[in-house]
T-cell receptor
Framework: KAGVTQTPRYLIKTRGQQVTLSCSPI?????VSWYQQTPGQGLQFLFE???????NKGNFPGRFSGRQFSNSRSEMNVSTLELGDSALYLC???????????????FGAGSRLTVL | AQSVSQHNHHVILSEAASLELGCNYS??????LFWYVQYPGQHLQLLLK??????LVKGIKGFEAEFIKSKFSFNLRKPSVQWSDTAEYFC??????????????FGTGTQLKVEL
């Protein structure tokens, strides 16, 4: 079955602009999580959505936001881009959700954002 | 807040050498533990996981890891590495009970290079 699909794969933006990234989870997966990967900070958790509700959020400013649709597809948005937002943004989906710790994440290939 | 430490940032080995990558975490409650691998140009893939039960877990490609609760460790091992094991390896932890969800805390990663 198809894996986690992220679009776009690459994009270049300038400071001050905003960006929207999309993630389609594996069919049947209801939980979608987002991570930021940078050489300096490594992999950092952004947020997690389950059944269209954000149920976990990492330590990122309010410029970072997300949402999940009824078909489990998710988008994340970064407004007022800064140079430091340049990163690989990873989406991951999992089958299990609320109340369960036994989840396994399947990651997408990521969207590489460059902010100039 | 939980944290994950990977002590080896860069490891260089010759083919057939044995591998052990260290991982320690700082959360005192029940945890789920993971090792993910990122091959050059590819996305993060699950190598192995521990949820409960036998503390020695086996994963793909001959990798195994041992959970030692008293040491808060989850070290990754492979008896004989191959050139194709060249990749970056990430240890990750999530809370093992309700509330942890899919929020993974990752270590900084270990870049493994296997030389022929």
């Amino acid at each position: 079955k198809a894996g986690v699909t992220q679009t776009p794969r690459y994009l270049i933006k300038t400071r001050g602009q905003q960006v929207t990234l999309s993630c389609s989870p594996i069919s049947g997966h209801r939980s979608v999580s987002w991570y930021q990967q940078t050489p300096g900070q490594g992999l950092q958790f952004l947020f997690e959505y389950f059944s269209e509700t954000q149920r976990n959020k990492g330590n990122f400013p309010g410029r970072f936001s997300g949402r999940q649709f009824s078909n489990s597809r998710s988008e994340m948005n970064v407004s007022t881009l800064e140079l430091g937002d340049s990163a690989l943004y990873l989406c991951a989906s999992s089958l299990l959700g609320q109340g369960s710790g036994a989840n396994v994440l399947t990651f997408g290939a990521g969207s590489r954002l460059t902010v100039l | 807040a939980q944290s994950v430490s990977q002590h080896n940032h860069h490891v260089i080995l010759s083919e057939a050498a044995s591998l052990e990558l260290g991982c320690n975490y700082s959360y005192g409650g029940t945890v789920n533990l993971f090792w993910y691998v990122q091959y050059p140009g590819q996305h993060l893939q699950l190598l192995l996981k521990y949820f409960s039960g036998d503390p020695l877990v086996k994963g793909i490609k001959g990798f195994e890891a041992e959970f030692i609760k008293s040491k808060f460790s989850f070290n990754l091992r492979k008896p004989s590495v191959q050139w194709s094991d060249t990749a970056e390896y990430f240890c990750a932890v999530s809370r093992g009970v309700t509330g942890g969800g899919n929020k993974l805390t990752f270590g900084t990663g270990t870049q493994l290079k296997v030389e022929l």
